[in-house]
């Protein structure tokens, strides 16, 4: 792999956001509800040197962009005049709000920052962040993650078809439906649309007891997927590694590790087969670096959560890497949305994390 590139010097000016709204290509029914919209947080780092850094939050409803703003008026503050390295500042702020607590809406905010601060660096660095990182844009597995909510089998099935163009080898289904009998109809319909080859992740949403887990799990051990996805609480590690043991398909969970901490406590606990970290809520590029490292040391696969864009850079410096969750939720409000090519995202060769606002847009969905 290609040694890192030294990160050339900038200054912290003056961090912002705005708050937009999206509509999304298709609504997404979960067992924690249906999603129709999808509200994004857009930071922006502006440095002394006239270099932007960008990045989004998925903030799950339109009232916590303001708190996660608020918050980053505070690491505004605190940044201000400080040379852009992201660990050192991720530790300056972490210490500042370590009475308060680096979760929630505090992390989001950190987080975001981060991420900016990265894009700033290979922006200025005239390369992909991928290379500042010392890897090379290439195509990453990706999985379609865009649908195939809860819905009646029918609808799955057509949504199926749809969700397979660009060349896709793997989708994701949501379960959780009242009865195992609605679950197994849901995975069956979908697997009559899908060729042969085509990987179906499905995804629980933490909505199963772990009893019933257990029944539902061992069921669906004769469908052949690829991964059973958070079939119950989060943060439940000894039932988690329960499942681990007991059912045949890999046990998937990690979009709500909290920093590298938590991801190493469920792997400690023996907790699963796979994880996915959340680039928020394992700590933005500074947080996955350390959570890569700890999936290689542990050999395990890691797959990611959301934020495709900077995912897809980030995925090709992993060294047990998956597959790349996509999501387009971004892509109303980008100037050049990710590419999917023959069901790879397509690193794109441009400075930073290749996101820039589409100002129109913006200014469209703003909230």
């Keep these: 792999m290609p040694q890192k590139l030294d990160p050339p010097a900038l200054t912290v000016r003056s961090v912002s956001a705005v708050g937009v709204e999206v509509p999304m290509s298709y ?12 509200p994004l947080l857009l930071i922006d780092v502006e440095t002394a040197e006239g270099v932007t850094g960008r990045a989004y939050l998925w ?7 303001v708190a996660i703003a608020s918050i980053l008026k505070e690491v505004e503050e605190r940044t201000k005049g400080q040379r852009v390295v992201p660990s050192e500042l ?31 660096l290979a922006t200025a660095a005239g390369q992909p962040l991928v290379r500042l990182l010392g890897g090379e844009p290439r195509g990453i597995p990706a999985y379609n993650s865009c649908g195939l909510g809860l819905m009646p089998a029918d609808a799955l099935a057509d949504e199926t078809e749809k969700l397979l163009e660009r060349g896709f080898r793997a989708i994701k289904l949501r379960l959780g439906y009242s009865t195992l009998a609605e679950d197994l109809a849901a995975v069956h319909a979908v697997k009559r649309r899908i060729p042969d080859g085509v990987a179906l992740m499905v995804d629980y949403n933490q909505a199963l007891s772990l009893d019933e887990a257990l029944v539902r799990g061992r069921a669906l051990d004769r469908e052949n997927i690829a991964w059973l996805e958070e079939p119950i609480r989060h943060d439940d590690y000894a039932g988690a590694a ?14 709500n590790f ?27 590029v500074t947080g996955w670096l350390g959570a890569a490292a700890l999936a290689a040391e542990r050999k395990v696969r890691m797959s990611s959560h959301l934020y495709s864009e900077v995912s897809a850079h980030l995925m090709a410096v992993t060294p047990t890497a998956h597959f790349l969750e996509y999501v387009d939720w971004a892509d109303m409000v980008v100037q050049e949305p990710l590419r999917i090519v023959d069901g790879e995202a397509v690193i794109p060769d441009r400075p930073g994390s290749g996101v820039v606002w589409d100002k129109v847009a913006v200014e469209k969905f703003r909230v």
């Design 258 to 284: 909290s920093l590298v901490a938590g991801m190493q406590n469920a792997l400690n606990a023996k907790a699963c087969d796979l994880v996915m970290p959340d680039l928020e809520r394992i700590g933005g």
């Design 59 to 65: 903030s799950y409803f339109p009232r916590a962009m």
């Design 90 to 120: 991720w530790g300056r702020l972490a210490e500042r709000f370590a009475l308060i607590g680096v979760q929630g809406v505090v992390r989001m905010a950190m987080a975001g920052f981060d991420v900016a601060c990265w894009d700033a």
């Design 242 to 255: 329960l499942l681990t043991r007991k059912l045949s398909a890999p046990i998937q969970i990690g979009e």
């Design 27 to 38: 609504a997404l029914g979960t067992s924690r509800g249906r999603i129709t919209k999808a």
